[in-house]
């Protein structure tokens, strides 16, 4: 016998029916996993993680769950306790070869406490976007819920080997599950975690896309013409103003990211500095822009480009002495090294684009960049570069 409110399980949902179901006013509300906030470097300024506040006018819930939130805030302590480590050893440093007085120093920024900050820039973000926490254990239902998933070896238990670690996952997928059988809706989740996606191709109540701004992209189908035209007139270099813009913040991107360097071959052994990137030319053929929030006057939309990139770096050389054991300097030099890098990249418009097209903002984010080297030499002419295309 069905009980009452009975779903069938959703299968894997696909892009247009996902719009036709937020179109249709199913979907209740939204939850992140913490392979999201990850995605985004816990980054709540972010153009994606910022646009999370529109919930708070649409008829749709943000739901953080319990877990979720322990797991975000543990790994903003983890990254405060590692730059506060970092600044001392510079500040420690940089006080040792000046030779200054540690009096200098302000106190407050190598003794704050790495989990207070963690725990209330969390809480600031959830109030700013207006979150409900929902937490996760809600009744004795759920907790015999995850024991049951976790002997039958259901989602997100069915990797032996691991079983053990993703309790978390269980009791935040069963309380968000347990939640929306409450409101008698269905909740979207975002997570790329395979356990999170599994889990929902069962679930009659949740449903689980990978990329947020797809999602946000649904919500916000006005201000796609917008985007669309803006991204048309950038091929065909038709918005001088916004490519200016975008351009600039590349730059400063470039100038204030640190990227690593990978060399193939070397026949002596060597030790290079950074020297800094230029921007050489963007590609903006790969995918289609996804607006992540809208209003009246603005429209902003995310779109992945593939940017050319100068790398110089500055190589020294040197051989190990096998009878005096000292290192023997051969030289300096300054090569470069051209690739093709993927970035994201989030522009906010006027909508009003009767006089120019303008930007309000541009941020770009990369996951990391690596400078490419086929082969160093101290004594060739050959600079070792190379374009990756």
């Keep these: 016998m069905l009980r009452s409110g009975y779903r069938s399980p959703m299968p894997v949902i696909h892009e247009t029916e996902l719009a036709a179901t937020i179109l249709n006013g199913k979907i209740g509300a939204i939850s992140l996993d913490t392979s999201i906030f990850d995605r985004y470097q816990c980054n709540f300024q972010s153009p994606a993680l910022s646009a999370l506040e529109q919930f708070r006018e649409k008829p749709v819930k943000l739901l953080i769950s319990e877990i979720v939130a322990r797991e975000v805030k543990a790994h903003l302590e983890r990254d405060a306790l590692k730059s506060q480590r970092d600044m001392k050893s510079a500040i420690a440093t940089h006080l040792r070869c000046w030779n200054l007085d540690d009096s200098l120093v302000d106190p407050y920024l190598l003794s704050s406490n790495a989990a207070e900050f963690a725990s209330e820039h969390f809480d600031d973000f959830v109030e700013q976007v207006g979150a409900d926490i929902v937490v996760s254990i809600q009744s004795a239902e759920s907790a015999k819920a995850v024991l049951e998933r976790y002997f039958d070896a259901k989602a997100p238990f069915e990797n032996s080997q691991k079983k053990k670690y993703e309790f978390p996952d269980a009791f935040a997928l069963v309380s968000l599950e347990e939640w929306a059988r409450t409101f008698d809706t269905q909740i979207l989740c975002v997570s790329t975690d395979t356990g999170w996606q599994e889990f929902a191709s069962t679930s009659p109540y949740l449903i689980c896309v990978e990329q947020l701004d797809r999602v946000l992209d649904q919500f916000n189908e006005l201000g796609r013409a917008v985007a669309t035209k803006v991204v048309g007139l950038l091929q065909h270099d038709q918005a001088p ?135 160093i030499d101290p004594f060739s002419s050959y600079d070792g570069s190379h374009t990756t295309y």
């Design 241 to 375: 103003k916004v490519l200016e813009q975008i351009e600039s913040a590349f730059q400063y991107r470039l100038d204030t990211a640190d990227f690593d360097v990978s060399v193939e071959d070397s026949p002596t052994a060597y030790e290079f500095e950074q020297l800094g990137a230029e921007l050489r030319s963007l590609d903006w053929s790969i995918t289609a822009p996804n607006v992540l929030d809208e209003d009246e006057e603005t429209v902003t939309f995310s779109i992945n480009v593939r940017a050319l990139v100068e790398f110089h770096v500055s190589f020294t050389f040197y051989i190990r002495d096998s009878i005096d054991r000292d290192d023997v300097h051969l030289g300096s030099r300054m090569l470069s090294s051209m690739r093709w890098v993927p970035f994201d990249l989030a522009v906010t418009i006027w909508r009003d684009m009767s006089a120019d097209v303008e930007a309000v903002e541009v941020t770009v984010d990369s996951k990391g960049m690596t400078a490419l080297f086929q082969r």
